[in-house]
Every structure is written in structure tokens, then in C-alpha cells.
């Protein structure tokens, strides 16, 4: 990272919509949040109601056709919006934010607490990720009932070590400036000294992860629940193809089922990692004019 | 710091990262709750059995002394009985693991090759179309869930153009060393290692291409230039050279993340490795066959970390002197 790494919130807002990319990230990001909104308007049906003869192909009335269960899959998709983009956004927030407590507790106090918080951090770092998750939501997750809370806390302990690391070096570099120095020969208490000084100044870096995080956690969700481990009783685009393949529907052709909630997932992925493009170009500017 | 010590001090460190996930593991997956708890609602099972069952899995005893005799038993290769698959742990993974690392393993080296070289050529040409293409591509397929490409792999080769088998690693019927066997094999290996290829290749290319597009603004580079190095040796022996370090790492560590992969594509194509087998026994809740897969897991983590530390080491002699 170049000599200056931290920067104010507004700032980095205004950094986000200077970049080409990250403009398009952003719209295609506010269109999914609205149809997240508005899905009751949007969606013709009731996503989980049998309201058509069973896997009937797309048609005036279906316009992707019904599932094994006679439900519109039109409408599921326009649902599953809400589950997807909140467990992204929920769980990478939560990853960051157990990142950043780790990572200020051992930059700023170094020493003893550094070594072992890092040791812990390199070790969470050796495991495989997608395993442990799902180990973790097979633990938590009951077999009824509420799966999606237990889902989020799953893939934050999962992600938070790459978050406590970035945020771990800048307050190593922070502590060494001049400022913090004045601060504490002012007699500024640590609790200050975090708090006003360095926690403000690594806001920068904790949007820049929230963000990488968030296409993460995404994907994550998605795996687990292809694998059939999310709420059954909601719906979520990874979910949708849970239950196509289980009902044979990529044997039986029935494209309509399996191919739009992928590309759903990978326009709201692609949403985010053009946000993170534009932030990384104005941060490494040697990356510069690479769209 | 000489070579030795410093791969002593490696060593010694990856045997405790070992012993410290064994030890998560071993914790961990007693919180999954009893796995006879179900049968005792089973009115064919008296109470007897169950407890004979606990005795004979070792159950009946307290976490403490479990988890000294599982120690004990791990480092004498001692893996226990699978209960899901009635056969022993240690067979049950060697009757897996061979499919699963002969499909990683080379569709891992051959992608890590391809963006290599790939990346190599971007960062040099940054800005001309196989740049922006390949750039393009490669943000895409990042976003892109791998087991939805895999699903659309399957569904365009197989199911549209019937070129190759729905599902499964090997058609029954067929005995092990023959020719017909090895073609069939061959024959279901395709699809899923074209995917794994495919996407390898493409995300990873964009680490090597922005590395490249770094080492082109370092002073060295410059130099190397200036003092009149024909671009070839410029390109081979500074950039493409330095371009390499970063991704040792990078790409190395993916070999220590195999089991990732190897659950989600194991799934599409309905694949008999160790990616099913220890999905299977985290839903059945097969305390021994999952403590076994992340044993021999946990090892392979350990010795691709020590194995890319090494080659680190020895193509950059400042990381020896540093630690």
C-alpha cells in the first residue's frame, strides 16, 4: 500500500464514485437492493405457494416456468434477493468487525497479546475455509428452526483473519506517527488514543474489507446452501440450485431452473468487486487506467 | 540465519500447528452432540446395546482420557471404525483420496502454469485486447459460484451434446488395471478438470498480471533498460523472474486448500473423493471418519505451507536472513 493508507469515511465515498468501475459496481449493487425491496411488488406470485402444474417450462403465466412443487421460479428468484444480499452484508460486517477488534488489540498493544492474537490468526488462516464453515454450521444450525443466524456467524468466523491482519499492520504504522505520540505525552488515556486516533483513521480499510469480504461471503452462502445446508423455509439463489440439482433438473435440460439464480449471484458478486476495483486502483496507483 | 536452522525451526513449528488442529478438531466435533443419541428413541435397540455400542467406540469414557487415547491413536496411524461406512477409517479414506488428488492436483498445476504465463504476457501488454479480454473474463468467472460453472459445463457437454457421462468417476462394471477402465476413467475425468482448469486459470492470472504491472514501475527495471538489456532478458530474467516470488505463495497454498474444491465439485459431478466422504461424515455426524479425513488433511495443510516456505527460501535468500 502506497504512503498514505488511511483515509476519512466521506472521502473514501468520494474515492468510489471518482472510479469508472466502481460506478457500475455501485448501480448494478442499488438495483439488486431495490428488487430486494420491493420483491413483494415485483414478484407475481407468492414464492412458496403451488399455484401451477408442476415443472411446467417458461410460459405467458410462468415466465421461468414452476419447480417440482408447482411454485413460480420467477418469483423465488426476485426473493431470494433479500436472504443472499443480507447474509453477504451481515456476515462480512461481522467479520470485520472481529478482525478489527483482534487486529487493534494486537498492533496497538504489541508484545505477548501480538504474538499469541497472530498465532491464533495464522492458524485460522491454515484451515480450509469452506470446510470449516460447514463444520461449524452443521454444529450450530438446528435441523429446525432458525438456520440463518447460526449461517451468518458460521461464515464470520470463517473470514474475519485476513480483516485482523490489514488492520493489525496500519495500526503499527499509525502508532509510530507523531500524532499518537503528541496524544500520549499529552497524557491521552489508550482507550482515547484507540478510540479518537486510530480507530477514525483506519475507517478506510475497514470499508475496503467490509466490501472484499461481502462478494465473499456471498459466495459462501451460496455454496452451503447449494450443498443443502441453509433455512429451508426460506429461499436463497444458492438454495434454488440446491433444489434443482437435487430434482435432476440440469438432466432434464430444464435450463430455466439452474441458470438464472447463478447468474443472479454472480451480477451481485460482480456488483461487488467492481466497488473493490475502483477502491484498490485509487489506493495502488500503479493499477491505474487498467480498465 | 543458515538453511538448516531455519527449516528446523519450520518444522518444529508445523508439527504444533498439527497438534493444535488435531486438538480443535478433536473438541469440535464432540460439540456435534452424541451421534447414539438417535438410536436411544429406537425401541429394537435396548439399553444394553447402547451401551455396548458407547464401549466399543470408546464413548462411555471421559473427554479427557478420549482425547489422550485419540492422540495416542493418531500418532500410531490408528484411525478407528467408521460408523457410516461400517469399514475401517484409514480404508474407507485410501478408497477416496486417490480420485480426488488425481483430479486436483494436476488441473491445480496446470492452471497455475497457464496463469503464469498468461499473467506474464497481460502485465507486459497491459491495455491490448487480450489484456482487457482476459481481464474481463477473469472478473467475471471470480464472481461466478464454481459450482454453478461446473453445473453449466455439465449441462452444455454432457446433456446438450452427449459427449461425455452425466455423473460419477468410472462406469460400473468395469475391473481396475485395464485399458477399457483407464479410457472410461479418462472419459469422466474431463469435464470436471476442464472446469477446474478454467476457473484456476482465469483467477489467478489476475495476481500475476498485477504483480507484473508493479516489478514494470520498480527502479530496477528501469535500470535493466537503461543499460541497453535486450527486452527479452529484461522480460525473463527481472520481471517475469520477480513475478514468480509472490506467487509461490499464492498459488502454492492452493494445493493446501484441495478439500474446498474437491466438495463442491465432487457434488455436481457426483464424484466418489474425499470431498463427498467428508461432507458425509460431518451430516452423519461420523465422529472417527471425520476425525481421520481432517488428520490427513490438517498434515497435507501443514506440508504444502512448509513446502512453499522452502521454495521461497531458496529462490530468495532474504527471507533466510530475516527470520
Not at chain 2, 121 to 128: A, I, L, V
Amino acid at each position: 500500500m502506497a504512503v498514505r493508507a488511511v483515509f476519512g469515511v466521506r472521502e473514501t465515498i468520494g474515492i468510489v464514485f471518482s472510479s469508472a468501475s466502481a460506478r457500475i459496481g455501485l448501480a448494478i449493487l442499488l438495483v439488486l437492493v431495490l428488487i430486494a425491496l420491493l420483491a413483494d411488488l415485483i414478484a407475481p406470485y407468492n414464492p412458496g405457494e403451488r399455484v401451477s402444474q408442476a415443472l411446467m417450462p417458461p410460459n405467458e403465466k410462468h415466465i421461468l416456468g414452476t419447480d417440482d412443487l408447482g411454485r413460480d421460479i420467477f418469483s423465488q428468484l426476485i426473493h431470494s434477493t433479500r436472504l443472499s444480499l443480507l447474509i453477504g452484508f451481515i456476515s462480512a460486517l461481522a467479520a470485520t468487525l472481529i478482525g478489527t477488534v483482534i487486529g487493534l488489540l494486537a498492533g496497538y498493544y504489541g508484545g505477548k497479546l501480538d504474538e499469541v492474537l497472530m498465532r491464533i490468526t495464522d492458524l485460522w488462516l491454515a484451515l480450509p475455509n469452506l470446510l470449516f464453515t460447514i463444520l461449524l454450521v452443521v454444529l450450530f444450525a438446528p435441523q429446525v428452526g432458525n438456520r440463518i443466524v447460526p449461517i451468518v456467524v458460521a461464515i464470520a468466523l470463517g473470514s474475519w483473519p485476513t480483516a485482523a491482519r490489514l488492520i493489525r499492520s496500519a495500526v503499527i504504522s499509525l502508532k509510530q506517527s507523531q500524532y499518537i505520540e503528541s496524544a500520549r505525552a499529552l497524557g491521552a488515556s489508550n482507550a482515547r488514543i484507540i478510540f479518537k486516533h486510530i480507530l477514525p483513521n483506519t475507517s478506510s480499510l475497514i470499508i475496503i474489507e467490509v466490501i472484499t469480504l461481502m462478494g465473499n461471503a456471498m459466495l459462501t452462502e451460496a455454496s452451503l446452501s447449494f450443498l443443502g445446508l441453509g433455512d429451508p423455509r426460506a429461499m436463497s439463489w444458492g438454495m434454488m440450485l440446491h433444489y434443482a440439482l437435487a430434482r435432476n433438473a440440469i438432466y432434464l435440460g430444464m435450463w430455466w431452473w439452474f441458470i438464472p439464480p447463478g447468474l443472479m449471484i454472480s451480477l451481485a458478486v460482480l456488483a461487488v468487486i467492481l466497488i473493490g476495483v475502483g477502491l484498490e486502483e485509487y489506493f495502488n496507483p500503479r493499477l491505474r487506467r487498467r480498465l | 540465519m543458515s538453511l538448516a536452522s531455519f527449516l528446523a525451526k519450520k518444522i518444529v513449528s508445523s508439527v504444533l500447528t498439527i497438534l493444535a488442529i488435531l486438538t480443535l478438531v478433536f473438541f469440535l466435533v464432540r460439540l456435534t452432540g452424541d451421534p447414539f443419541a438417535e438410536l436411544e428413541n429406537d425401541p429394537r435397540i435396548t439399553p444394553e446395546t447402547l451401551q455396548a455400542l458407547r464401549r466399543l467406540y470408546g464413548m462411555d469414557k471421559g473427554v479427557v482420557e478420549q482425547y489422550i487415547s485419540y492422540v495416542h491413536n493418531m500418532l500410531i496411524g490408528e484411525m478407528g471404525y467408521s460408523v457410516k461406512f461400517s469399514k475401517p477409517v484409514f480404508d474407507a479414506i485410501m478408497e477416496r483420496l486417490p480420485y480426488t488428488l488425481a483430479l486436483l492436483v494436476p488441473s491445480i498445476t496446470l492452471s497455475n502454469y497457464l496463469a503464469y504465463k498468461i499473467g506474464v504476457e497481460m502485465g507486459y501488454r497491459r491495455g491490448s485486447r487480450l489484456d482487457i479480454t482476459t481481464l474481463a473474463l477473469s472478473n467475471f468467472l471470480r464472481a461466478t459460484p464454481y459450482f454453478w460453472l461446473a453445473i453449466i459445463f455439465l449441462y452444455v457437454f454432457s446433456v446438450q451434446l452427449g459427449l461425455f457421462p452425466l455423473y460419477g468417476a468410472i462406469s460400473p462394471g468395469l475391473s481396475f488395471p485395464s485399458f477399457e477402465w483407464f479410457v472410461d476413467y479418462l472419459w469422466h475425468y474431463a469435464i470436471p478438470f476442464l472446469v477446474l482448469v478454467v476457473r484456476g486459470t482465469f483467477i489467478f492470472v489476475l495476481y500475476v498480471r498485477n504483480s507484473v504491472i508493479d516489478i514494470l514501475g520498480e527502479d530496477y527495471v528501469a535500470v535493466a533498460r537503461a543499460k541497453g538489456l535486450p527486452e527479452k532478458a529484461v522480460k525473463s530474467s527481472y520481471v517475469a523472474r520477480n513475478a514468480m516470488l509472490p506467487m509461490i505463495t499464492v498459488m502454492g497454498l492452493r494445493y493446501a486448500f484441495i478439500i474446498d474444491g474437491a466438495i463442491l465439485t465432487e457434488t455436481v459431478f457426483s464424484y466418489p473423493g474425499t470431498g463427498r466422504l467428508v461432507f458425509e461424515a460431518i451430516i452423519n455426524r461420523d465422529f472417527w471418519l471425520l476425525q481421520g479425513v481432517m488428520v490427513i488433511l490438517s498434515i497435507s495443510v501443514v506440508l504444502a505451507n512448509l513446502i512453499v516456505d522452502l521454495l521461497y527460501a531458496l529462490l530468495d535468500p532474504r527471507v533466510r536472513s530475516q527470520r
